[in-house]
Structure formats: C-alpha cells, structure tokens
C-alpha cells in the first residue's frame, strides 16, 4: 500500500486514525478519571476527554469522503473547539487546532510533517496560558 | 472590619464559646484573582469599565479592579471580569472559571460562593 502512504490527507484515513484514538482513550477512561487532582479534584478528566475526542468521531463519521486536507483540518479543528469539555478538553481542543495545521497541505505526510504537528500543538497550546510566577517561562520548540 | 469584642483566650475548650472570623473583601479578591489567572485560556483580568468601548488587560498588582466580592449576612457573591484568548470554547473557559473560583475559595476560607458571576469583558488576538 505504498500509493496510500503517498497520498495526503484523506477523510477515511482520518475516520480510522480519530476512531482508533477514541478508542484507546475510551479504554483507559476510568485510569484518567482517578489521576485528576488538579485544579478541582472532581475526577473526570478521563470523561471531559473522551467527550471532546468523541465531538470529532462524530463530526468525521458525517463528513463527506470527497473533503480536501484543509477542509478536513477545519472540520476537525471546529469539532474539537465546540465540543471541548473541561479543562482538558479546551487544553486538547487548542492542541489539536495546533497539530492540523502542518496536514492541511495537500501532498504526502511524512515524518517530518509529524514533527512539525507536535510543535505546532505545544505552542499552540501555550499560547493561552497566563504565566503566573515571573520565573516560570514556556518551553520553546522552535530549536531542533 | 466587625465591631466583636476582643475574646479571652481561658475561653479555650469550651464548647459555648464563640469565635468569629472576618475574612476581609479584598483577602477573597486575591484568592480568586490568582485562582483565575491559573486557569486554562484566562489571559487576564479586565476593568469591569470599558474604555473607549476596549477592555484592557489589569497589571498583577491591580487584578482586584476586576473582582467584587460582597459579604453580606453569611453569603457571599462574587463578579469577575475576565479577558479570554481568541479561538477557545468561551463558554468552557468560564465554566472551569466558574469550577475553579467556587472550589478554591471554598478550599481556603471555608465558606461556599453564593453566587458567581463571570463576565468576559475582551477577547485577545494574537500575541499580547
């Protein structure tokens, strides 16, 4: 299946990739739950997860099959955004707006468009928190 | 701050004796200011008065500009006046705002908010 590897972003690959995500998440939901301490210690982190990541199955699971990668980036994008629940989920929501935007390109994904992926969500991510102790600074990424 | 007279501590283990406590305004207006800041997508607080139809960020040492605390007979209400980043779920931030408010004021004074009100005051775009 190397023409697949070849191809870019496509919704099936995406529906397959959410999918299998959810599901692992799904499956350690409880283990989540019970290491939620902080900030409230209600224990639901586990379950704010699964509900946001399962906004975006939903969302994939009705999407068209013929949507180009920018398309598919904003469908999944949006999903996340409206469907954030909990700290978490708002926190995952950013992480992922983040992580689309190097896969929104037409053409064929590689390592390094993974790479860039995994930037993009910590600074995207860092981006709405409010340094509170003059000391602490956010990591950069940029160095290789 | 409370007009009770000053207790004599031989007062100590008796069961009818009475202390009371008076957690000043400003002390909850700390607790909750430095509680918001912490939060997920807060990026600050904001003057409950709009200049020039902008809100503009409070500097740390000003964030009680943006809080008011009221006490009055047991309950306790609390306004807050939030600056949120552009392109998160607002009304997520200001439901972990709310969650986080009621549980670390509970948490340090004991005592529940009555009523909690959120007000997002700006969105900020962009870097600073």
């Known amino acids: ?144 | 701050m409370s007009d009770a007279p000053e207790n004599e501590p031989s007062t100590e283990g008796d069961p009818e004796a009475t202390a009371l406590v008076v957690i000043a305004d400003h002390v909850i207006a700390d607790i909750v200011g430095w509680t918001v800041l912490e939060c997920y997508g807060v990026v600050g607080m904001a003057s409950p008065n709009l200049v020039r139809g902008v809100a503009s960020l409070l500097s740390r040492d000003r964030l009680h500009q943006g809080i008011k605390v009221r006490q009055r007979e047991g309950r306790l209400h609390i306004e807050l006046f939030i600056v949120v980043e552009y392109g998160l779920n607002a009304a997520e931030v200001a439901g972990n705002v709310r969650s986080q408010v009621l549980y670390a004021v509970e948490q340090v004074t004991g005592r529940p908010v009555t009523d909690l009100r959120i007000h997002i005051q700006g969105v900020r775009v962009g870097d600073r």
């Open chain 1, 1 to 144: 299946m190397a023409t697949a590897d070849r191809a870019g972003l496509s919704v099936v690959r995406a529906r397959s990739t959410v999918l299998a995500g959810f599901v692992a998440l799904e499956a350690r939901r409880q283990e989540v739950n019970d290491l939620n301490v902080y900030p409230v210690p209600d224990g639901d982190t586990g379950t704010n997860l699964c509900l946001t990541v399962r906004s975006v199955v939903e969302a994939l699971v009705g999407a068209p099959d013929d949507l180009t990668p920018a398309q598919i980036c904003e469908a999944i994008a949006n999903a996340a955004l409206m469907g954030a629940r909990g700290n978490s989920g708002v926190i995952l929501s950013q992480m992922v707006r983040g992580a689309l935007e190097p896969f929104a390109a037409e053409g064929p994904l590689t390592s390094e468009t993974l790479v860039t992926a995994c930037r993009r969500a910590t600074d995207t991510a860092y981006r709405a928190v409010t340094p509170t102790c003059p000391l602490s600074s956010r990591p950069s990424s940029s160095p290789t």
